[in-house]
């Protein structure tokens, strides 16, 4: 008799679920902004970065040190700017860092009861401000490729450097 009422009450629990109660893997999720690097010099040609490291504006917001011509952001949900500070190690004994202002606007989807909302950024116009000025920096320009942030396959902006 218990061993019954145990069969019953897991087919009960494994019948009770709903189709939403569960976020499936593979649910697309708020994309992060892509960045490419570039050689300013042949603007064609992706140009990598070395120890490159990112940090936001607060303290818990520090990513990590990055090597690579290629990378992805997350954008602030709760602003309308996200600003980051990149700073470039080399082997002189002065770091070379540029702090960037990203600006945007953001559109949330509701998905279900588990996986909550998405977030769809633009960048806007102006998209972005270097925050910092003089001989530190490393950045020569930025272009935008794309605007909207809808996924993460291709890169929306390119840092010359």
């Excluded at 087919?11 to 569960?22: A, G, T």
């Excluded at 010099?41 to 490291?53: E, F, R, T």
């Excluded at 952001?73 to 540029?98: C, G, K, M, V």
């Excluded at 960048?123 to 003089?134: A, D, R, V, W």
């Amino acid at each position: 008799m218990a061993l019954r009422n145990v069969i019953l009450f897991v087919v009960v629990l494994l019948f009770s679920c709903e189709k939403d109660d569960i976020c499936l893997e593979g649910t697309p999720g708020t994309a992060r902004l892509v960045v490419l690097f570039k050689d300013h010099q042949d603007p064609m040609a992706k140009k990598a970065v070395d120890q490159l490291l990112i940090r936001g504006f607060e303290e818990k917001d520090t990513l990590s040190i990055f090597s690579g011509d290629s990378l992805a952001i997350p954008l602030r949900n709760n602003f309308e700017f996200t600003q980051y500070e990149f700073t470039l190690h080399t082997a002189s004994p002065t770091l070379l860092s540029d702090s960037i202002q990203f600006n945007h606007t953001q559109y949330d989807t509701y998905i279900n009861r588990s996986c909550g909302y998405r977030s769809t950024f633009v960048l806007e116009n102006p998209f972005h401000y270097i925050l910092t000025q003089g001989n530190n920096g490393w950045i020569k320009s930025i272009e935008k490729i794309r605007d909207t942030l809808t996924d993460e396959k291709s890169s929306h902006l390119a840092i010359y450097h």
